[in-house]
């Protein structure tokens, strides 16, 4: 049995970037600790996009290039990047990772997994649309929020998201 940890798109441009918020520079100290805290498998996922993102679907609806393949707003932040170093880091062109599905139902078949942990951003955007993946793919696992460790778009869409999560089962934490 196993626990993982999914860090989700903690990347520059959502932090202090294109799309950085203040409570997104808020969590990066929370998520450093969680991650060097965690006893399991620690996954990263990155947001990818690529030169034609403005003539891309998500372009057209918020016109902000971001996470530029390759580009410094692309990277994983400086304090997190040592630890995705040598762990799986799942570059994702959409909001949530069916790549992430298949991966976490891989490692279950291997040695099952007891729970999955999210942390990261934005709460409302790609944390809820991969850990209602997680659920689809492996619905028995317990499914873990960190809400100290999540930032959303705005205050308000952060909080509708956890209590979304809530009501599809998953459990909310604060540490």
């Given at each position: 049995m196993?626990?993982?940890l999914i860090v989700v798109d903690m990347q520059k441009d959502f932090i202090d970037g294109a799309l950085g918020t203040p409570e997104a520079v808020a969590?990066?100290?929370a998520v450093v600790d969680k991650v060097q805290s965690f006893q399991g498998d620690v996954l990263f996922t990155r947001d990818t996009h690529f030169e034609n993102y403005m003539e891309t679907q998500e372009g057209r609806n918020?016109?902000?290039p971001h996470c530029i393949r390759d580009s410094e707003g692309w990277q994983i932040c400086k304090e997190l990047l040592r630890f995705a170093e040598g762990k799986p880091v799942i570059?994702?062109?959409t909001f949530g990772s069916m790549e992430l599905g298949t991966v976490?139902?891989?490692m279950?078949?291997?040695d099952e997994i007891s729970s999955i942990t999210f942390v990261g951003l934005c709460t409302d955007i790609c944390v809820i649309s991969n850990v209602m993946i997680a659920k689809a793919f492996l619905p028995?696992?317990?499914v873990i929020v960190d809400a100290a460790c999540c930032a959303g778009v705005t205050p308000d869409s952060?909080?509708?998201a956890l209590a979304s999560m809530r009501t599809c089962q998953v459990q909310i934490i604060n540490n």
């Open positions: 196993r626990d993982v969590i990066v100290p918020l016109p902000v570059d994702k062109v976490l139902q891989q279950h078949e291997e028995e696992v317990p952060h909080n509708t």
